[in-house]
């Protein structure tokens, strides 16, 4: 796929008469078009002025299409809504690192290249020693995925497409020990090996629960909800932590620095630490009554200086429903009917809490709907995974995304390190004071 030039230019003029200017125009194959504005500050010794790039495209890309307004999700031109019932996340990893999916040989031998890459160096079980036993697990996985980057000094070289590969197989292939070994580590249990008879997700998942002293019976509808939550999860555009890792990336740094930096980045509340914030909001509900308490909670996130915010709604590009949220939702069912849980008081809540705000006029009126973190801690929290950890799954899943964006940033011939401007309102040029003269 490639940049098309459009007919129309975009000329900038301006009131005060100078010379106006033409930019180029370019399209995409869907999506809004853009106007490049590479030569502005040449032209005009002017910077455009954007924070938080609510109208700025970083780059171009032919992984993941969203449509805010429709509620659309693509991967490379799938609907997420098929590849979560058609696929498995493996073929999704395929799909999103190749550009199609895999066909049966393909798939056989891509499981068998990651099944074949999960164990970690016996070192790095050291690293976690280092930690209090209450330590984040974010900031446990920031700090060991970094760590990976000095065990692997024959795949660091980003200009060697094989390199890059390897690197690739390797992150996806560890993160779920990574995870499963922080986990462990938290409960003072033992780490769990990898084991190669095992799916991608039920080892991860016998990872996660098994211990020594019984055989780990594999649940597949249990591990069938995880896969969809790793396929939700996988990639979605230019965010917040894909953007820090292309960002990372430019400049050169290995791989596993620049997924350590992109989980740091999606741990902040307002990106990926969202559904641990989300389900502790509905605890925070339920432990002040619950249903009939949610009016109150919703006055105080109206009251601007609140700083109270419904975690788990809205989204810097959905306008609609987030698709991710609505098969989040059928997810629930499925894994809250096959545990029994169907009464579970946290889902009922989470859905009265959905219809009384998607009735309330102040977030109709600033289109905030549900999103993919709503009631992915719902689920995830069924599956026996703690609240600390749902921002450590999403990791898990995200890797692959940022491993490909990462590619296509470093395959991509106008790419170049990058490095913002400003508006600077800071003091004027002004001399240094002697310290008696000081204020
Ligand atoms: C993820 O970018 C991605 O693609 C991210 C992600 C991915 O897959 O990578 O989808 C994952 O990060 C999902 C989002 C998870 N975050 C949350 O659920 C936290 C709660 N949501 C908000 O913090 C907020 O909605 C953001 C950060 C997600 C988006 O914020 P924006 O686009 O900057 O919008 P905004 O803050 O300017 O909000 C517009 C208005 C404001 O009110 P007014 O100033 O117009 O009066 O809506 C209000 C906001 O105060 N608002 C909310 C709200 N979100 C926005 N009010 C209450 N609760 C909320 N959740």
Known sequence: MSVTPSDVKATLSFSDNSPSIDFPI??????????????????????????G??????????????DGDKGELLYRGYPIEQLAVKCDFLETCYLLLNGELPNATQRTDFTSLVTNHTMVHEQMGSFFQGFRRDAHPMA???GTVGALSAFYHDSL????????????????AKLPTLVAMTHKYTLGQPFVYPRNDLSYTANFMRMMFAVPAEEYKVNDVMVRALDRIFILHADHEQNASTSTVRLSGSSGANP?????????????????????????????IQKQGGVEKIGEFIKDVKEKDSGVKLMGFG?????????????????????????CLHDDPLFKLAMAQEKISLEDDYFVKRKLYPNVDFYSGIVQRALGIPVSLFTGIFSLARTVGWIAQWNEMISDPEQKIGRPRQLFIGAQRRDVPSIDQRK
Do not use: Q
Request: with cysteine; net charge neutral.
């Open 157 to 172: 070289d980003i200009t060697d497409s094989h390199h890059r590969d390897v690197s690739a197989i390797r992150l996806i």
């Open 53 to 66: 790039f609510m109208s700025t495209a970083s780059c171009n890309s032919s992984i993941t299409y969203i």
């Open 315 to 339: 989204h810097r590009v959905y306008k609609n429903y987030d698709p991710r949220a609505k098969l989040m939702r059928e997810t629930c069912h499925e894994v809250l009917n096959e545990l």
């Open 140 to 142: 446990v996985l920031v």
């Open 256 to 284: 596993f620095a620049c997924i350590a930096a992109g989980i740091a980045c999606l741990w902040g509340p307002a990106h990926g630490g969202a559904n641990e914030a989300a389900l502790n909001m509905l605890y925070g």
């Open 26 to 51: 370019y399209k995409g194959t869907i999506g809004p078009d853009v106007v490049d504005i590479r030569a502005l500050y040449n032209k005009t010794g002017k910077f455009t002025y954007d924070p």
